[in-house]
Antibody, heavy 123, light 107 residues
Framework: QVQLQESGPGLVKPSETLSLTCSVS????????WNWIRQPPGKGLEWIGY???????MDNPSLRSRVTISVDTSKNQISLKLRSVTAADTAVYYC?????????????????WGQGTLVTVSS | DIQMTQSPSTLSASVGDRVTITCRAS??????LAWFQQKAGKAPKLLIY???SLESGVPSRFSGSGSGTEFTLTISSLQPDDLATYYC?????????FGQGTKVEIK
């Protein structure tokens, strides 16, 4: 059973960079999409983006290119960097595995999630 | 972006009731729709993928249907453990987007 664990600072100052790591255990990073999703307190879910195990990425244009998502297959870790944060970036950040349709590399469903980590942006 | 609209926003039902949640997409997403259950303070949990495929380990009282722009999640017999917020999510086009959520309360 794969397990995902997010880690990183719980408090980030405005205009600085939010950096989180997702550690994957009990399974391989290969052949999966590794996603970041966030949820502001009391609100809904927003997909931030993903990195495929090959290193290719896709992110949400709403974040205006502030996002970098990368994978370190040697460490079984995925990282998220979000630059120039504001209070609007305060949220619980989740990493989630995307599993493609069997036999294809396409249309991954988000089948395993970390517990999430709350990041507050405040001076 | 593809907008996902869920209805109702909140529903209250009794144990044993049949419950239906609707999710509408602003354009066709074929069958690339997932349903998640999120309990208070917890991460979302995948229930249904590809509109109607039941994720392994999920009780059979949960089912999904639909294609194109209209989808439904049905709980055939509501249980106390089903108290949660339910989200739909499309993964047909980028950016992937979620519905605003449906909170299910037990009467």
């Amino acid at each position: 059973q794969v397990q995902l664990q997010e880690s990183g600072p719980g408090l980030v100052k405005p205009s600085e960079t939010l950096s989180l790591t997702c550690s994957v255990s009990g399974g391989s990073i290969t052949n999966y999409y590794w996603n970041w999703i966030r949820q502001p307190p009391g609100k809904g879910l927003e997909w931030i983006g993903y990195v495929y195990y090959t290193g290719s990425t896709m992110d949400n244009p709403s974040l205006r290119s502030r996002v970098t998502i990368s994978v370190d297959t040697s460490k079984n870790q995925i990282s998220l960097k979000l630059r120039s944060v504001t209070a609007a970036d305060t949220a619980v950040y989740y990493c989630a595995r995307g599993t493609p349709v069997s036999g294809t590399p396409f249309f991954p469903s988000l089948d395993s999630w970390g517990q999430g980590t709350l990041v507050t942006v405040s001076s | 972006d593809i907008q996902m609209t869920q209805s109702p926003s909140t529903l209250s039902a009794s144990v044993g009731d049949r419950v239906t949640i609707t999710c509408r997409a602003s354009q066709s997403i074929n069958s690339w729709l997932a349903w998640f259950q999120q309990k208070a303070g917890k991460a979302p949990k995948l229930l249904i993928y590809k509109a109607s495929s039941l994720e392994s380990g999920v009780p059979s009282r949960f089912s999904g249907s639909g294609s194109g722009t209209e989808f439904t999640l049905t709980i055939s017999s509501l249980q106390p453990d089903d108290l949660a917020t339910y989200y739909c999510q499309q993964y047909n086009g980028y950016p992937w987007t979620f519905g605003q959520g449906t909170k299910v309360e037990i009467k």
